[in-house]
């Protein structure tokens, strides 16, 4: 079974602040991708990373894939209040053909 | 196209009784999910359907729990003698086989068993 590890599982910070959550597992996926998601409703895909050491930005937010592809990361510059949510990491197994197996996810919350 | 559509939002129900949720996907969309979540978890699989075939079924998925894709279009996901335990939210996806345009997932339908 492919685990996701997340930290921190929450996270409280200011506004303007910079943070980091991190996705981990023993396990090598083909590909990696991060969703927020809001109170009582489903997760929107923020991004999709597939090669190793991949760096992709999304305005303020800046996802990276580990070398080794068991790994990833995203970074928040300037968190803003609209950036309160659920964050979760979802691998594909290497086949490329399995079902997205998900991390516990961090909730981040920004105040103002 | 609206995106995936789940009905209803909302399920109260009493224990032992029975209790069917709908979801309708993108249309272009061939593959479809069902994804169970608690709170302070993340979605956990349950099981998937490409085109009309269920492909995989997770072993959290008791023989209580049923799922359906006539035609390829619409799924139902049925679950019998509801246990409290089976309270949570359940979502639904779609997405495109082969492409890394990740899952569109609906609102989900929150189920409480009393």
């Known amino acids: 079974t492919q685990l996701l590890e997340q930290s921190p599982q929450f996270l409280s910070i200011q506004e303007g602040e910079n943070l980091t959550v991190y996705c981990n597992s023993s396990?090598?996926?083909?590909?990696l991708q991060w969703y927020r998601q809001e109170p009582g409703e489903g997760p929107v895909l923020l991004v999709t990373?597939?090669?190793?050491?991949e760096v992709k930005k999304l305005k303020r937010l800046t996802f990276q894939f580990g070398d080794a592809r068991k790994d990833s990361s995203l970074h928040i510059t300037a968190a803003q209040t609209g950036d309160t949510g659920l964050y979760l990491c979802?691998?594909?197994?290497?086949?490329?053909?399995?079902?997205?197996?998900f991390g516990k996810g961090t909730r981040l919350s920004v105040i103002a | 196209d609206t995106g995936v559509s789940q009905n209803p939002r909302h399920k109260i129900t009493k224990r032992g009784q029975n209790v069917t949720f709908r979801c309708d996907p993108i249309?272009?969309?061939?593959?479809l999910y069902w994804y169970r979540q608690t709170l302070g978890q993340g979605p956990e699989f349950l099981t998937y359907?490409?085109?009309?075939?269920?492909?995989?079924k997770s072993r959290l998925l008791s023989d209580r729990f049923s799922a359906e894709r006539p035609k390829g279009s619409f799924s139902t996901l049925e679950i019998q003698r509801t246990e409290q335990g089976d309270s949570a939210m359940y979502l639904c996806?779609?997405?495109?086989?082969?492409?890394?345009?990740?899952?569109?997932f609906g609102s989900g339908t929150r189920l409480t068993v009393v």
């Open positions: 996806a779609s997405s495109v086989f082969g492409s890394n345009y990740g899952y569109t």
């Open positions: 396990s090598v996926f083909s590909s």
């Open positions: 990373v597939v090669t190793g050491g």
């Open positions: 979802a691998g594909v197994g290497l086949s490329g053909n399995t079902p997205l197996v």
């Open positions: 249309s272009e969309h061939n593959r």
């Open positions: 359907f490409q085109n009309e075939a269920q492909l995989e």
